[in-house]
Each structure stands twice: as structure tokens, then as C-alpha cells.
């Protein structure tokens, strides 16, 4: 999986990113426009999310990775060469539709990788590894930021950026892919000591009708799984709930500004923020046993943290907002990692995308209560997530005690 780490390092390491939402305001727009362009990001995300898990899983995970980042790189190239609103949100909707293509197949790629090689009950601790780097990828790129702008402002370094993403797509196509049959198969090995399920079986090449299953069979397979599994069902309710929460990560440079903070340092003053991310999730392996109420009260420890934030409104928030994030990514990456678990089809990323497309719904909730509430509005969200923990990440057996009861 080295390969996948370094493309994680490559993927994240965007001078654009610490910066992006200033240049939003360095245009002209208003807090109300730049929240507004967080809602076409994540109104394209629902449109692109779940279709193109369904695509991943009938061509290539891999590939689907590959196309995020030439994507992402379309969005940079038009908020680079032609500033202001429009260009904006249809950068976001070239960037939301990378992202889409890259949610549900990463996942999927480095489960079914992991399951074929007998590795699957290493999920959650590599795959926070994977997260860690994508946060630390943000020490090179808020330096980069630093530079770049000193040097020659927005421009530069939005077309760093793109050149960026394309060697972050250039490295995904490096990345090994299992076909999911096989992996289904392994996986099998790996659980109970002899193949289960169809695809795969007999030597591991594919039944006669695997190649003429269409992504709309695969949607169909997928959302059955989704929505119709009722321990499935739960980790996906749980998964998007928290993934939501990481739109607070698009208000970082914002918060740090309005905090008297100077725009030049904004980078460097935010850069605490994802390493203690970082932190959290690569220390996610050591809550792989833990039980629903567990995850709920970690993720819970970090409310009033993030409240006194809100409240102090200066500098020394940030450190109170740090700790919080690296609680919550901790607790993210278990909750993905309790997913993929679950997920016993080969639409592994048509299934993960359910996920993703629940977080880009709740994130429309977490971008208004931003917009109207601030620090404190998204505060009381974080609590209502916790909250919802115990029931979406419950283990199966203790589902099915608490149905017999």
C-alpha cells in the first residue's frame, strides 16, 4: 500500500486549499456568496456521488481515482486563469465531481486490496494512516501557500495546484487494483476459512455473466445493500453523519481572519488544525475494539473544546478547535472502517457512495448553521452527531440482542 500513502501525500499537498476561501473574499464576495458556493459543491456531490460509485465498481476503482484528480485540476485551472462567482462554482462542480469519483473508490480499492492479501482486520489502521497523510500533505502545502503567494500572489499558486493534481492522478494509476470478485473471495477465505459467494470461486476468474453486469446492476445491488441491510443501513446513517462535519474544515482560513489573525500567516496559524487531525486519525487503530457509547463519548469530549473556541474568538481558540478535530477524525475513521466491514457485495464503492451521498445532504445543514450561527451553530451539531453514534455504529450482535429483547 505504499503507493496508496504516497498518492494520499500527493492528493492533499494543494497550496490552494489554506487559501482558496480568501480569494474567495479577496474577489469580492461575501460571506453569504462564499457559503452559497459551498452549497453548488455540495449540491454537484449529490448529482455525482452515488453514480459514479457505480461506475468505479464496474470499470475501475483505480481509474475512477486517476479521473478525480484531472478533474479537480479543470476546477483549479478556471478559479486560476478567470476569478469570480461563476468561475467559482463551476470549479466546485469540476472539483465535487472528482471528489465523487475519489469517495467510494478509494475505499473500496484499499479494502478489496487488503481483503485478497488476508489483511482486511488491518483496515482501520492503515486506512488512518492514509487519512494522517492526507492531513500532513497540508504542512507542504500551507509552506507552499506561504511562498507562493509572497511571490506571486493567488495566481501562482492556484497553478501550482493544478499541476498538483495531475501528478496525484499520474500516481493512482500506479496504485495495484484487486478485481472485487477476487477480493469478495478472499475476503471470504480471510472470514471463514473457505470461499463464500459466487464471483471469484473456482480458481478466481470471474462466472460467465461478471462481465456484463452494468453499472446500473450494480446501482441496483448497491442500494439494496445501502438501504435495505439494516446493520449496513446503520454504519452508512452513522458514516454520513460524520463526514458532514468536516465542512467546518472549509471555514478554518475564515475563522483564523475574523480571529485577528493576519491573511499572510492564516496558513501557518491554521496548520495545527490538520496536524492534530493527522494525529488522531493515524491513532484510530486503537479504537478499532472500541464499542458504540465509546466512539460517542470520545467524539462528545471534544464538544465543549470546540464551544470555548466559539467563545473565546481569538487566537488561542484555534487550539481548542484543534484538539476537537483530532477527536473527531479518530472517530471518522473508525466509523468508515465499521462500514466497509459491513459490506458484503462487490458494490463496495457503489455502497460507500450511499455514505457520501448522506454527508453532502447533512453538510448543507452544517454550511447554513455556519452561515447563520457561526462556530457555535455548527457546535450544537457536533453534539446532535454524537448522539446518533450509539445506534448507526452498534455492533451486529448487539443489534440483534437489542431486536430480541
Not at 32 to 37: H, K, P, R, V
Not at 187 to 193: D, F, R, S, T
Not at 342 to 366: C, D, K, N, P, Q
Amino acid at each position: 500500500m505504499r503507493r496508496v500513502r504516497l498518492w494520499a501525500l500527493l492528493a492533499d499537498t494543494i497550496p490552494l486549499y489554506p487559501l482558496y476561501a480568501l480569494l474567495f473574499a479577496d474577489v469580492g464576495l461575501s460571506d453569504a456568496e462564499i457559503s452559497a458556493l459551498f452549497v453548488v459543491w455540495s449540491v454537484s456531490c449529490l448529482l455525482a456521488e452515488v453514480p459514479s460509485g457505480a461506475l468505479a465498481d464496474r470499470f475501475s476503482r483505480r481509474g475512477a481515482v486517476a479521473a478525480g484528480g484531472v478533474f479537480q485540476a479543470a476546477g483549479y485551472l478556471l478559479w486560476t486563469a478567470f476569478p469570480g462567482f461563476w468561475m467559482f462554482a463551476a470549479g466546485f462542480a469540476l472539483w465535487a465531481l472528482g471528489g465523487a469519483l475519489v469517495s467510494g473508490a478509494l475505499e473500496a480499492l484499499l479494502y478489496d486490496g487488503m481483503a485478497a492479501a488476508g489483511q482486511a482486520h488491518q483496515f482501520t489502521r492503515v486506512y488512518g494512516q492514509v487519512n494522517a497523510l492526507e492531513l500532513i500533505a497540508q504542512l507542504p502545502a500551507a509552506l507552499a501557500a506561504t511562498v507562493l503567494f509572497a511571490v506571486g500572489e493567488f495566481a501562482l499558486v492556484g497553478w501550482v495546484s493544478v499541476g498538483m493534481c495531475l501528478t496525484a492522478a499520474a500516481m493512482a494509476l500506479r496504485i495495484p487494483e484487486t478485481p472485487p470478485y477476487r477480493a469478495a473471495a478472499a475476503h471470504g477465505v480471510v472470514q471463514g476459512g473457505t470461499v463464500q459467494g459466487g464471483e471469484g470461486q473456482g480458481g478466481g476468474e470471474p462466472d460467465g455473466d461478471e462481465d456484463a453486469r452494468s453499472g446500473l446492476t450494480l446501482l441496483r445491488e448497491g442500494a439494496r445493500e445501502a438501504l435495505g441491510d439494516r446493520t449496513v443501513r446503520g454504519a452508512v446513517l452513522a458514516v454520513a453523519l460524520l463526514g458532514s462535519l468536516d465542512g467546518i474544515e472549509e471555514y478554518f482560513g475564515l475563522m483564523a481572519s475574523s480571529w485577528d489573525v493576519p491573511t499572510g500567516l492564516v496558513p501557518l496559524a491554521v496548520l495545527g488544525i490538520p496536524m492534530a487531525g493527522a494525529l488522531g486519525a493515524a491513532c484510530a487503530g486503537g479504537l478499532r475494539d472500541a464499542g458504540p457509547w465509546g466512539l460517542a463519548g470520545v467524539l462528545g469530549a471534544g464538544v465543549p473544546l470546540l464551544a470555548l473556541a466559539a467563545w473565546l474568538a481569538g487566537p488561542p481558540g484555534l487550539l481548542g478547535v484543534a484538539v476537537f478535530y483530532a477527536l473527531y477524525r479518530a472517530v471518522l475513521v473508525v466509523g468508515k472502517a465499521r462500514l466497509q466491514e459491513r459490506i458484503e457485495s462487490t458494490a463496495r464503492a457503489t455502497v460507500t457512495s450511499f455514505a457520501g451521498l448522506g454527508t453532502e445532504l447533512v453538510a448543507l445543514l452544517v454550511y447554513g448553521a455556519w452561515a447563520f450561527g457561526g462556530l457555535p451553530g455548527v457546535t450544537a451539531l457536533a453534539v446532535l452527531v454524537a448522539l446518533t453514534l450509539p445506534y448507526g455504529l452498534r455492533r451486529p450482535a448487539e443489534r440483534v440482542a437489542a431486536l430480541t429483547r
